[in-house]
């Protein structure tokens, strides 16, 4: 029976219209062919990565700019053409690719590096010499320049810098192959922590990667939207709206492609023939709650604890609390919960960390004789949170926990 009902199902869904051509395109891992507003850029990497061509290191590189800012994208999309030319002009030159959020020690990067080359080092378990020995040898033998993107290369450095400073010199060592660096990163301050000489050595280039505004994101949506809805599906006001929200958020084209993607798979399911700014706007709210859900998920539990005592006095009336406010609710809660009572002084670094995530916003104000004090507002929206928090087991007996308020000030 339930086939059957399952097997309608299939036929009357497989037999509404589809409004995509490719969804696939909205997709952060598709790279398009061509990138708009991003001729200087590209240019300024062109005209530094020519050097391979000739047989020569290219200075190394450094790549700044806020999420969404096409800093991936240009730099894949200019090794792409580099080795398409180099192929052409027979010049050997390889530009390999490397997510430092994923691969993120030392170690992990040379191994990677030198598997990227064919060379079969273990992940795990060789001393770390030996595998930059092998990596060395492993390049030399390719006798070209190797140009290596270590994208979100923030994260790499934060077991070390060894790593860059190690890459950094290896080209005294190498006979046969030159190597240079390209890094990636959204964090402008990270090079500050680093080693001079790696700063220096790693910083011979910096490039920066403007936010876009509201008619550059058109524009890329423009030209991402042709191929991936069908024809006359978008209404006129879909593309501007979704750059708008994204311009607001500080100009990012990832934010945009992913608003006008899942608006249109809201209209899809509505079996709608067209996406609409209602589509959008509800796109705006799903995307807002899936980060939210993901951010709340994999707090610690103390956060988890300190960000349930704001929603809780919420929940009964106070929009505006003080940090003393929150205290004293989460301490009812850890009691009823079994959990270590953190000092008022930490959970108000807590709670500096839930703004920084933009869960709360804490904004300092003046009680007048009685000093400075925090004031926190919820950011997020509460029901959805409350799901998320009470999924934690360790939580879950606070779901129907009533807590005394009291609301003099703490401060
Ligand atoms: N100028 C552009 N033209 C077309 N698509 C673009 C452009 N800039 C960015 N995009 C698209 O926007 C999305 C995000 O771009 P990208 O991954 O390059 O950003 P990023 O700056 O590297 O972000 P992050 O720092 O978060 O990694 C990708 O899908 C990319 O294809």
Redesign the pocket.
């Known amino acids: 029976m339930q086939n059957k009902a399952l097997d309608g199902l299939f036929q009357e869904l497989l037999a509404t219209e589809p409004i995509f051509n490719n969804k696939e395109v909205l ?2 891992t ?3 062919d ?5 001729d200087e850029q590209i240019n300024s990497l062109a005209t530094i990565l020519v050097s391979a061509l000739r047989g020569d290191t290219p200075s190394n590189i450094l790549i700044y ?10 730099s894949r999309h200019v090794g792409r053409e580099l080795e398409r030319i180099g192929e052409q002009l027979n010049v050997q030159c390889s530009v390999v690719y490397v997510n430092c959020e994923v691969i993120d020690t030392q170690y992990r990067l040379l191994a990677n590096l030198a598997r990227q080359f064919g060379e079969d080092v273990p992940m795990t378990g060789w001393p770390t010499d030996q595998v930059f020995a092998k990596f060395k040898e492993v390049i030399d033998s390719k006798k070209q320049v190797i140009v290596v993107i270590l ?2 290369i923030d994260k790499l450095v934060k077991k070390g810098d060894d790593v860059l400073y190690n890459l950094s010199r290896a080209n005294s060592d190498l006979k046969q192959a030159k190597v240079s660096m390209i890094g ?1 990163s ?1 964090d402008l301050k990270f090079t500050e922590f680093l080693d001079p000489r790696v700063k220096s050595s790693l910083g011979e280039e910096e490039i920066i ?1 403007p936010p ?1 505004d509201a008619d550059q994101i058109s524009d ?1 949506l423009m ?2 939207a042709e191929i991936a809805y069908k024809n006359g599906v978008l209404e006129e006001s879909v593309i501007p709206l979704c750059a708008a929200f994204a311009a607001q958020e500080h100009g990012d ?2 934010r945009a ?1 992913d608003l006008l993607r899942v608006a249109g798979e809201l209209a899809e399911r509505e079996k709608k023939p067209h996406v609409q700014e209602e589509h959008v706007r509800r796109a705006q709210d799903k995307i807002e709650v899936d980060r939210v859900i993901e951010v709340v998920k994999t707090l610690p539990t103390q956060s988890k604890l300190a960000l349930c005592a704001v929603i809780n006095l919420r929940n009964n009336g106070y929009k505006n609390v003080t940090t003393g406010e929150v205290y004293n609710v989460y301490r009812q809660l850890c009691i009823n919960v079994d959990m270590d009572i953190l000092t008022q002084r930490r959970v108000t670094d807590l709670m500096s960390e839930l703004d920084m995530l933009g869960i709360v916003n804490a904004l300092v104000v003046s009680k007048g004789r009685y000093g400075r004090t925090k004031e926190i507002v919820l950011s997020v929206p509460v029901s959805s949170t409350q799901r998320v928090l009470f999924e934690d087991y360790r939580l879950k007996p606070l779901e129907d926990f009533k807590p005394v308020i009291t609301t003099q000030m703490h401060l």
């Open positions: 997709r952060p598709y790279t398009p061509t990138l708009v507003h991003r700019g806020k999420t969404g800012t096409g800093k991936t994208a240009a994208d979100e990636v959204n990667f876009y890329i030209e991402r084209a990832r492609l």
